[in-house]
């Protein structure tokens, strides 16, 4: 296991994990999972998206953006309004709904990070985000 350990790809794809069901236990009892709560947390960030925006921004296939919208939508965190401007056209658009539930979910949010990093004194987590911000930029497509 050491040998694992000394792999940093091995120990990003395990903090994944870990990270992962923390969130997804902290989302549950709102019905939502880190998918939802990444689409919420960009939504939160724009006027409105496409659907073909949102798999682009946030990584997932085209198909699943629709299901995760749909379940937004049944949940009236998320609503389709027509495009400005091109109305065969559909945004997705965050609601008050969405946003409240947002501020909520960003409570457990930070209540996981601060379980993920507690190891980390403030300087390191500070060197820490810069680094792993830094690296997700790179790799962006």
């Given at each position: 296991?050491?040998?694992?350990?000394?792999?940093?790809?091995?120990?990003?794809?395990?903090?994944?994990?870990?990270?992962?069901?923390?969130?997804?236990?902290?989302?549950?009892?709102?019905?939502?999972?880190?998918?939802?709560?990444?689409?919420?947390?960009?939504?939160?960030?724009?006027?409105?998206?496409?659907?073909?925006?949102?798999?682009?921004?946030?990584?997932?296939?085209?198909?699943?953006?629709?299901?995760?919208?749909?379940?937004?939508?049944?949940?009236?965190?998320?609503?389709?309004?027509?495009?400005p401007g091109d109305r065969r056209s559909r945004?997705?658009?965050?609601?008050?709904?969405?946003?409240?539930?947002?501020?909520?979910t960003d409570k457990g949010s930070r209540r996981?990070?601060?379980?993920?990093?507690?190891?980390?004194?403030?300087?390191?987590?500070?060197?820490?985000?810069?680094?792993?911000?830094?690296?997700?930029?790179?790799?962006?497509?």
């Amino acid at each position: 296991m050491r040998a694992l350990h000394a792999d940093t790809g091995y120990l990003l794809y395990r903090l994944g994990l870990h990270s992962g069901r923390l969130f997804n236990a902290t989302l549950e009892e709102f019905g939502l999972r880190l998918r939802h709560y990444a689409m919420l947390r960009y939504l939160a960030t724009v006027e409105g998206a496409l659907q073909r925006e949102l798999s682009e921004r946030l990584g997932y296939d085209p198909s699943a953006i629709v299901s995760l919208v749909d379940d937004l939508q049944s949940l009236g965190l998320v609503e389709r309004q027509p495009a400005p401007g091109d109305r065969r056209s559909r945004v997705v658009v965050l609601t008050e709904r969405g946003a409240e539930v947002l501020r909520d979910t960003d409570k457990g949010s930070r209540r996981v990070t601060e379980q993920l990093l507690a190891p980390l004194d403030p300087a390191e987590r500070e060197t820490l985000q810069q680094l792993l911000a830094r690296v997700a930029e790179s790799a962006r497509d």
